[in-house]
């Protein structure tokens, strides 16, 4: 896990989903797929980075539309990397979908993305898995739970051991401390004194696969029953799984 990380100057949660260990043997490709927190902080070092030595084609940001204009275009999309925004929570509402029982709030959280965004997630998979997409980034604000439900999606729709699908989502944890210090240092805030309602918690996404698994038969089958095209599901296990 750990050699999977980019070192860059403005991003701290960002890392390459390649080298992770597939089901049958083997592992995902490096130098297709990364995921990371918000792109506000780039700098033109990072920039050059991503588009002339990793050859970055696309970024999907899952941010909200208010989210995108707080921050304004992102220095890759200025320097001409197609952006896509593919919101998982609606503009207009529930920032907390609710499930009507006594559901971990995370958990309802992220059931909220697929239940009220499948559009979104399915889009999303869809220009994961185009014949043209070239390496690709996604991203949210933190880089944990709208793009942890994302990866890990794609990541068990292309076989990834469960195990390592979990492993990679809780993996955020070792940044939300950087992330934090960076935001408050730039808004001259204080720190919280608390930083554990933040951490990504591997029980919840666990949890998250475990409920597509019994009512999907996985990843693949919520996609496939969300109206994404089997050619694309084959596509994507290529570009990832070889």
Known sequence: MQDRWLALEGLDNVRDVGGLPLGGG????RGVLLRSASLHYLTPADVAHLVDEYGLRLVLDLRTAREIDKDGPTALARAGVQTVALSFIPEEGRALPE??????????HYLGYLADRPDSVV???RRLAAPDAGPALVHCAAGKDR???LIALVLDTVGVSREAVIADYALSAERI??????????AGT?????????LPRAEVIAAVLARLDDEHGGASGWLLDNGLDPASIRRLRERLAG
């Open 26 to 29: 083997g592992t995902t490709r």
């Open 99 to 108: 499930t009507g029982d006594d559901t971990d709030p995370l958990l309802r």
């Open 123 to 125: 889009d999303a998979v």
């Open 147 to 149: 793009t942890g439900v």
């Open 177 to 186: 401390e950087a992330m934090f210090r960076r935001w408050t240092t730039a």
């Open 190 to 198: 204080d720190m919280p004194d608390d930083l554990t309602p933040h």
